[in-house]
């Protein structure tokens, strides 16, 4: 067995509404709108981001 959870540590203590920073313009997102399988769209900055960054727990 190979352990692959390692480097990210999950912050159960942060609420489903702290959203980190935007990681193109470092403004913080309030919210974020997914446009397509790959593709979301940070607000209110309106940063184009790819999935994955703000992952949402299921
Ligand atoms: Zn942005």
Same mark, same amino acid.
């Given at each position: 067995?190979?352990?692959?959870?390692? @480097? !990210?540590?999950?912050?159960? !203590?942060?609420? %489903? !509404?702290?959203? %980190?920073? #935007?990681? /193109?313009? =470092?403004?913080?997102?309030?919210?974020? $709108? $997914?446009? =397509?399988? $790959?593709?979301?769209?940070? /607000? %209110? #900055?309106?940063? /184009?981001?790819?999935? =994955?960054?703000? !992952? @949402?727990?299921?």
């Amino acid at each position: 067995m190979s352990e692959s959870i390692d @480097s !990210e540590s999950v912050d159960s !203590e942060s609420g %489903p !509404e702290s959203l %980190p920073p #935007c990681p /193109r313009c =470092g403004t913080p997102v309030a919210n974020v $709108t $997914t446009v =397509g399988p $790959t593709a979301q769209y940070a /607000r %209110p #900055c309106g940063c /184009r981001i790819p999935v =994955g960054v703000f !992952e @949402s727990s299921d």
